[in-house]
């Protein structure tokens, strides 16, 4: 499957970078790099199952205990569309995801 981001979760991404490199220093970034790459490896190839949002048609992928991805199939690619955070409040995070 291909990935493809969209510029909300690169967005998302970048403000996740600042946070950690400000409060956690390169070393916790580079190992959150790491966790990442791997995850969406596993999401590329297929190797994950896909559990659904609240009441969505998007998935999410636990990332760490602390981040997640949203993302929607659409046939033969994978659209990152949001990375939340999980200990904000899930309505937010709902609300975030599901406004157009």
Do not use: C
Request: glycine fraction near 4%.
């Amino acid at each position: 499957m291909n990935i493809f981001w969209t510029n909300k979760a690169k967005s998302d991404l970048e403000i996740l970078e600042d946070f950690l490199i400000e409060n956690w220093g390169f070393d916790i970034l580079e190992n959150f790099y790491v966790i990442l790459e791997k995850k969406i490896s596993l999401l590329e190839n297929g190797n994950l199952i896909h559990q659904k949002y609240e009441d969505t048609d998007f998935h999410k992928l636990l990332i760490t205990k602390h981040n997640s991805i949203i993302y929607e199939i659409s046939g033969n690619q994978i659209n990152l569309l949001n990375m939340i955070n999980n200990f904000r409040n899930p309505n937010s995070n709902y609300n975030l995801i599901t406004e157009k």
